[in-house]
């Protein structure tokens, strides 16, 4: 297995340690140190996302759905798609996507006595090739959820992520789930540039987007209610209570659901 650098932050490992993970070396908490002092709220906004996943990955199951394709995963730990969809159904199967070699070869360490999940590498902007490697292990003449949770912000415009989304829509069958959360503009935008800078030091940029920007990546999809919202407020777990942390809009999330077209003849 290919070694991680331990001299660059790495966003894979910054993310585990946001969650309180331990697959992360000091120059990732040096990073989140960094940016947490730009944005307080990363953290727990780091941690309202893994929370949303859980929820959603909960949702599309009770849904029927046994089969989920998480894209740009980065490490499955700290509750992550595969532990989740086996507390309700053992027998579901995952396939997680990333493109760095040395974070989806670590993944895979960590999944090797997994049952039902495997890591493969490939680059979510290539969507064919992304079904192919997946196909192996997925049936795709059923339903799948598909996971893009916190990843399509680290992409720009001139990468065309809204193309490749748009490949993964027409490719799943009907009754398939799209999921999604993404960061938007917080409005204080000395300190989101200063952010960036963090993120392009590590191993991945940033690129915030409009909320019809994000709805966009849903297309034709029908969003489940409700609907397009901040993360937290995604079918929580419980109402908010005095004194819970105020999250800000800067986090935004949604569910959506592939329907059967009606035959035009």
């Given at each position: 297995?290919?070694?991680?650098?331990?001299?660059?932050?790495?966003?894979?490992?910054?993310?585990?340690y946001m969650l309180g993970g331990t697959d992360n070396f000091a120059v990732d908490r040096l990073a989140i140190e960094q940016l947490a002092e730009l944005v307080p709220e990363a953290v727990p906004?780091?941690?309202?996302?893994?929370?949303?996943?859980?929820?959603?990955?909960?949702?599309?199951?009770?849904?029927?759905?046994r089969?989920?394709?998480?894209?740009?995963?980065?490490?499955?730990?700290?509750?992550?798609?595969?532990?989740i969809a086996h507390e309700v159904d053992p027998g579901a199967r995952v396939v997680y996507v990333d493109h760095d070699p040395v974070v989806a070869a670590h993944?895979?360490?960590?999944l090797a006595n997994v049952g039902g999940?495997?890591?493969?590498?490939?680059?979510?902007?290539?969507?064919?090739?992304?079904?192919?490697?997946?196909?192996a292990f997925l049936d795709l003449d059923q339903p799948v959820g598909v996971l893009l949770v916190s990843i399509l912000h680290f992409l720009p415009d001139s990468a065309r992520p809204g193309r490749a989304v748009a490949r993964l829509r027409e490719r799943v069958v009907p009754g398939s789930y799209l999921v999604i959360s993404h960061a938007t503009t917080m409005g204080r935008l000395e300190?989101?540039?200063r952010a960036r800078g963090v993120y392009r030091s590590s191993s991945g940029g940033g690129a915030d987007r409009a909320p019809s920007e994000i709805r966009?990546?849903?297309?034709e999809f029908a969003l489940d209610p409700p609907g397009l919202v901040?993360?937290?407020?995604?079918?929580?777990?419980?109402?908010?209570?005095?004194?819970?942390?105020?999250?800000?809009s800067s986090l935004m999330a949604g569910v959506a659901r592939k329907i059967e077209r009606p035959s035009s003849g």
């Open positions: 297995m290919r070694q991680f650098d331990q001299q660059r932050p790495n966003l894979a490992r910054m993310y585990d906004l780091a941690r309202a996302n893994r929370a949303f996943l859980q929820r959603a990955v909960r949702y599309v199951a009770a849904a029927g759905v089969q989920f394709l998480d894209l740009g995963s980065g490490l499955p730990t700290q509750g992550s798609t595969h532990e993944a895979k360490a960590l999940a495997v890591c493969v590498e490939a680059d979510l902007l290539d969507a064919d090739d992304v079904l192919a490697r997946a196909g300190d989101e540039e966009a990546f849903f297309g901040q993360a937290v407020d995604w079918r929580p777990d419980r109402p908010k209570l005095v004194g819970d942390w105020a999250l800000p």
